[in-house]
T-cell receptor, first 109, second 117 residues
Framework: GQNIDQPTEMTATEGAIVQINCTYQ??????LFWYQQHAGEAPTFLSYNVLDGLEEKGRFSSFLSRSKGYSYLLLKELQMKDSASYLCALNSGYSTLTFGKGTMLLVSP | GAVVSQHPSWVICKSGTSVKIECRSL??????MFWYRQFPKQSLMLMATSNEGSKATYEQGVEKDKFLINHASLTLSTLTVTSAHPEDSSFYIC?????????????FGPGTRLTVT
């Protein structure tokens, strides 16, 4: 089975940088995803890591360490619209995704 | 590209009735579609995986006779909630994986809010 842990809530101010951590245990690994979900809406894809290291995409970066079972999502130059839930999701090799419970990020002025 | 639609976006039904939710991949062919359920302030829970032309694979604890899934074409999957009860009220989200896509990325539909009264 899989187990995914991420903080329940985080707060940050506009313009700041925030790092959302995700740790996991799994018997198989075929990639880790980060999704953003605004209240009442479906998740939107942010990033995908399958190899160790940092993937940068604009204001968003995601890091993976497979040996440590650890990933983080880094958000720079925070904007109010970044207030949302951020979901860490694991692909264990059977094409299905297992989602963490999500981290609710609140960006304040 | 990679747009997934769902219909309806919200539905209210009476207890004991059935509701059908459609999930369509608009600009790509989806060999695999997934159905999730999300309760308030909870994460997405996978209900079932459907492959075009074959029976869906249900996750443990999901009643296949209550949640009927049909994936009749490469662009359409339907979820029918039969004999709905208030505890079935939830946000139902489908996702689709494109044919031949290597990194298992899933594209999500906008979700359907079901309220059973």
């Amino acid at each position: 089975g899989q187990n995914i842990d991420q903080p329940t809530e985080m707060t940050a101010t506009e313009g700041a940088i925030v790092q959302i951590n995700c740790t996991y245990q799994t018997s198989g690994f075929n990639g880790l995803f980060w999704y953003q979900q605004h209240a009442g809406e479906a998740p939107t894809f942010l990033s995908y890591n399958v190899l160790d290291g940092l993937e940068e995409k604009g204001r968003f970066s995601s890091f993976l360490s497979r040996s440590k079972g650890y990933s983080y999502l880094l958000l720079k130059e925070l904007q109010m619209k970044d207030s949302a839930s951020y979901l860490c999701a694991l692909n264990s090799g059977y094409s299905t995704l297992t989602f963490g419970k999500g981290t609710m990020l609140l960006v304040s002025p | 590209g990679a747009v997934v639609s769902q219909h309806p976006s919200w539905v209210i039904c009476k207890s004991g009735t059935s509701v059908k939710i459609e999930c369509r991949s608009l600009d790509f062919q989806a060999t695999t579609m997934f159905w999730y359920r999300q309760f308030p302030k909870q994460s997405l829970m996978l209900m079932a995986t459907s492959n075009e032309g074959s029976k869906a694979t249900y996750e443990q604890g999901v009643e296949k006779d209550k949640f009927l899934i049909n994936h009749a074409s490469l662009t359409l999957s339907t979820l029918t909630v039969t004999s709905a009860h208030p505890e079935d009220s939830s946000f139902y989200i489908c996702s689709a994986r494109a044919q031949g896509q290597g990194k298992y990325e899933q594209y999500f539909g906008p979700g359907t809010r079901l309220t059973v009264t």
